[in-house]
């Protein structure tokens, strides 16, 4: 098992206890997933609804993190892993190393079904986990964690979470003539996804050093976002970000 290689991380792991979801809670997903579905269907990334399908996620009953890894770890190597809330900096990298994604089983409350600050099993699972089937994504993602455990610079690491923020987090991709979204910020946020659809956010082409110069605001809804023409282009910008390491990136 992976976990067993897991150390930094060990304390936060948990078990995810499904029978204890009542009937609210699973009712409480359907109604997320029910609000989000019209414009993921439209605007979502090909390889998000891929993932979504491979992952097996239901659309009336929260998922079963153990069912997502037994999908999930054939394909790419990943698996979906229960942790018990925020993770620091070197338990999130070493799990994302390891190929296990640290997923909250907590759903967030009814009066925050837009939007939540906290950690919550809708963003992490519908948000992120269907683009971990997609094996350049995976690959990436993997190597960014293991690029991010082996810096202590405070400078370089948050550089190159900039890259993680504007790819993983509110990344956009060009297809089809047309902007789609794959990051979990924009896949699990109606306002996010609403702004980039009506265009009140400008979509840059992805540069790897524009990226890694702008700065991060969690205050505000995004203006500016960057889109990449394909996952190999993310994929080698993490390859080249890992290759500056030691020159604060
Ligand atoms: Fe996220």
Redesign the pocket.
Known sequence: MPNDTLVAAAPYLIEQRYQDYTVDDHAEWAELVRRRKPQIETHACREYLDGYQIIGLAADRLPNLKNISDRLRPRTGWSTTPVSGFLPGAAFFEMLAARCFPVTTRLRSRDSLDYTPEPDIF??VF??VPMHAHKVFADFLQHYGEVCAAIDDATALERIGRLFWYT??FGLIRQDGKVKIYG??VISSQGECTNVIQGGCEVRDFDLDEVLETPVRVDRIHTRLFAIESFDQIYDAMREAGRRVGKAV
């Open positions: 963003h992490d948000g992120h993983v987090e979990s910020g």
